[in-house]
């Protein structure tokens, strides 16, 4: 048997960033119709939008197997669920305990992923490859850029001082304004930035060959 602290000896920041991606699943889960406390597919995902992109097949299999931290709650050929033996126990492991409990930590926390961040960063991806976006994903775009980006901006200003405790919460944060600005070039056309607190859009092709005008637009 290995012991947690054996765990994260052995296999460092990787380790520590599977727990902490374990966690915030379990309490902030991303996926309905739920069969334990995280599944393969979430987890994977969630390493995705912190940045990571590996298989955490064979960490998990050491974690159920030789650590005792989670069992398998349910399994099929497509699907596999996990529950937490001891979250306490996963807490401590990644200093989650204070942290964790300090009120303004916990606040910008739930504000933030009350904004559903991973959601809107999967459907930001998804338009960002896209060929030709939809009317109706642009106005599912505006929506977005209006409604829910400035929460984004909001906790990314508040959580300054949070820097550390908040660091995965703020690289999705950065994550979900780089992509989306990448959508907004890909739908209005060129974009340079001009003076502080400004948005030029250059003239650009639209739907059918028309032209876009210049315009800018400030906040």
Known sequence: ????N????QYGERGRMLLRAIYEEAVYPSSEGKLGDFSFKSIKKRLSNY?????PSPLLRILEREVGLIETSY?????????IVDLNLLKASIGAGGSLNDPRIRLLRIQFYSLDPLGILEYLEKLVKKKRVLESEKRRFK????EVLPGIVDFL???EDYDEDLAVEREIANRILDIAETVSFKITGS??????GSLEVEGGIGEGGKSIPDKSYRF
Do not use: C
Request: glycine content about 6%; charged content about 25%.
């Open 6 to 9: 054996d765990f994260l000896a």
């Open 75 to 83: 399994k099929s050929s497509n699907q596999h669920w996990w529950k």
């Open 51 to 55: 940045g990571l992109s590996y298989n």
């Open 157 to 159: 200003e508040e959580s």
């Open 191 to 196: 974009i340079t930035r001009g003076s502080p």
């Open 1 to 4: 048997m290995m012991d947690i």
């Open 143 to 146: 929506k977005i850029v209006f």
